[in-house]
T-cell receptor, first 114, second 114 residues
């Protein structure tokens, strides 16, 4: 298995532009998580899905952020419009059964908003 | 409120055992102790977890005190590739809900040296 695949690895965009981050979870995993990591705030859980349904989005910072999971093999995190303070590394993770045996994280997308 | 306390940083000589402590004095009977690590520029990696018994896998050993108020992650023969931030996380053993989320603290930065 190739693991959790995220794209792009790096994204540089101008303030005000729309940004879409992509994630392909491990086949057979029924939970998907989006995290954000910054120096100031560390790793924060933004939202998670179970069987493609959003369960808890209380970590989403504001309405500019949205996430979807149209099928079991694909999820997106969209920021519109982007702002410099959104600059961070965004990680996607997946697990089977809420991850009692651990989550598998992707390599992350480093987003820079200038 | 922080549920775990870890030293900010530790050093270990290559080939020696690395013993990473974690205090979780308010842990409840329904909470697991999890350990993850994050190597620079990568996503977090699951290492091991336990409830009250000591656990061992191919990566590490987890020693939990009898009162469960603290634990130690042991890397038996540390290598340079073990240099990373190690996170100790207390997590509810239920399948869903706020208390079951995987919440990362600041962790211990382990530096393995020659």
């Amino acid at each position: 298995d190739a693991g959790v695949i995220q794209s792009p690895r790096h994204e540089v965009t101008e303030m005000g532009q729309e940004v879409t981050l992509r994630c392909k979870p491990i086949s057979g995993h029924d939970y998907l998580f989006w995290y954000r990591q910054t120096m100031m705030r560390g790793l924060e859980l933004l939202i998670y899905f179970n069987n493609n349904v959003p369960i808890d989005d209380s970590g989403m910072p504001e309405d500019r952020f949205s996430a979807k999971m149209p099928n079991a093999s694909f999820s997106t995190l969209k920021i519109q419009p982007s702002e410099p303070r959104d600059s961070a590394v965004y990680f996607c993770a997946s697990s089977y059964g809420f991850g009692v045996g651990g989550y598998t994280f992707g390599s992350g997308t480093r987003l820079t908003v200038v | 409120d922080a549920k775990t306390t870890q030293p900010t940083s530790m050093d270990c000589a290559e080939g020696r055992a690395a013993n990473l402590p974690c205090n979780h004095s308010t842990i409840s009977g329904n909470e697991y102790v999890y350990w993850y690590r994050q190597i620079h520029s990568q996503g977090p990696q699951y290492i091991i977890h336990g409830l009250k018994n000591n656990e061992t896998n191919e990566m590490a050993s987890l020693i939990i005190t009898e009162d469960r108020k603290s634990s130690t992650l042991i890397l038996p023969h540390a290598t340079l590739r073990d240099t990373a931030v190690y996170y100790c996380i207390v997590r509810f053993r239920g399948n869903t809900g706020t208390a079951s989320k995987l919440t990362f603290g600041t962790g211990t930065r382990l530096q393995v040296t020659l």
